[in-house]
């Protein structure tokens, strides 16, 4: 989304601002229909992490809801773009309170300057 958002200001009908955005939305669509965003890896101890190795889940403390806030953001964004339409208000409304929600009572207990930039 950031490259698209960077060629589209200075170049708006450039062929790679088209390609960067339909990429934004295949990978927001891909990530949103993972069911990975439903695994908390944390819950089955029997199988060990491996460095490098394949994701059991993106249910985690302390991260999650705010990843699928920010995924869901992105994707909302990235579909009014595309389709030039209006944005879906009570999807962006869930994505914020997600995001906040892992902002204010995420990972880090301090209210310092990554939390506050969500």
Known sequence: MGN???ISVAY???EYSRIFLNWANEAADRAL???RFDIDPEAD???KFISNGPCRGWK???IYPGNHG???AGACLARVLRDDSELNAALLLQAAEEIAETALHGGSKE???M???K
């Open 4 to 6: 698209f958002i960077f």
């Open 12 to 14: 708006p009908d450039h």
């Open 33 to 35: 229909a993972d069911e």
């Open 45 to 47: 101890r029997s199988v």
């Open 60 to 62: 985690v403390e302390g």
């Open 70 to 72: 920010e995924t869901l």
């Open 111 to 113: 209210w310092i300057y």
């Open 115 to 117: 939390p506050q930039s």
